[in-house]
Nanobody, 120 residues
Framework: QLQLVESGGGLVQPGGSLRLSCAAS????????IGWFRQAPGKEREGVSC????????NYADSVKGRFTISRDNAKNTVYLQMNSLNPEDTAVYYC?????????????WGQGTQVTVSS
């Protein structure tokens, strides 16, 4: 099956850090832009970050700029989201998705999500 699988979520205290991983199964990520999204209870899904297929271009939502870093290792078929200085407002289910390019809201593959909870 063609899948994206997120991992690395969990419970962390405010100010803490987590690194999320998005790994592909059944296909390679090197020709895809990868976006990270999140959805908190009662809220719309929002884009968090995106990285181009080559890794040469990245973007971030204003709410996470300076705190989150997206990266990719195509040799490992994995994209990462390093999340620092987490606060309770970052609590959400985080999803990764593969598409043609960043900035176009059309994605071919989605992961099942990983829960991130920031709480003291």
């Amino acid at each position: 099956q063609l899948q994206l699988v997120e991992s690395g979520g969990g419970l962390v205290q405010p100010g803490g850090s987590l690194r999320l991983s998005c790994a592909a199964s059944g296909f390679t990520l090197d020709s895809y832009a990868i976006g990270w999204f999140r959805q908190a209870p009662g809220k719309e899904r929002e884009g968090v970050s995106c990285i181009s297929s080559s890794g040469g271009s990245t973007n971030y939502a204003d709410s996470v700029k300076g705190r989150f870093t997206i990266s990719r290792d195509n040799a490992k078929n994995t994209v990462y989201l390093q999340m620092n200085s987490l606060n309770p407002e970052d609590t959400a289910v985080y999803y990764c998705a593969a598409g043609l390019v960043c900035g176009i809201d059309e994605y071919d593959y989605w992961g099942q999500g990983t829960q991130v909870t920031v709480s003291s």
